[in-house]
Nanobody, 122 residues
Framework: QVQLVESGGGLVQAGGSLRLSCAASGRTFTTNHMTWFRQAPGKEREFVAAIWSGGSTYYADSVKGRFTISRDNAKNTLYLQMNSLKLEDTAVYYC????????????????WGKGTLVTVSS
């Protein structure tokens, strides 16, 4: 079992920054691939960014150049640094994990956190 707890969400003005964290416990964090998803009101959950166990990263086009995913294996924590936030970034952000390399589809994730709300205002 893996437990994931997100934090760091809140209200921010457009153009601002936030850093989300996801604390993981349970099975070994270092060998799992970690992913951020988000779900805006009335929309489907969508992929945001992934970081594989080896440290390489992959981003959705909508956040590339603005968001940075990282992990601290010593702290069993995943991060998402979000800069230049836009109104359309408003969503509940979820971290998720899988042991399967290269998977970025929501249905491929094995464990999920409960999410943290990010609201971007004008």
């Amino acid at each position: 079992q893996v437990q994931l707890v997100e934090s760091g969400g809140g209200l921010v003005q457009a153009g601002g920054s936030l850093r989300l964290s996801c604390a993981a416990s349970g099975r070994t964090f270092t060998t799992n691939h970690m992913t951020w998803f988000r779900q805006a009101p009335g929309k489907e959950r969508e992929f945001v960014a992934a970081i594989w166990s080896g440290g390489s990263t992959y981003y959705a086009d909508s956040v590339k150049g603005r968001f940075t995913i990282s992990r601290d294996n010593a702290k069993n924590t995943l991060y998402l640094q979000m800069n230049s936030l836009k109104l359309e970034d408003t969503a509940v952000y979820y971290c998720a994990t899988t042991r399967k390399f290269g998977v970025v589809a929501a249905q491929g994730m094995e464990y999920w956190g409960k999410g943290t709300l990010v609201t971007v205002s004008s």
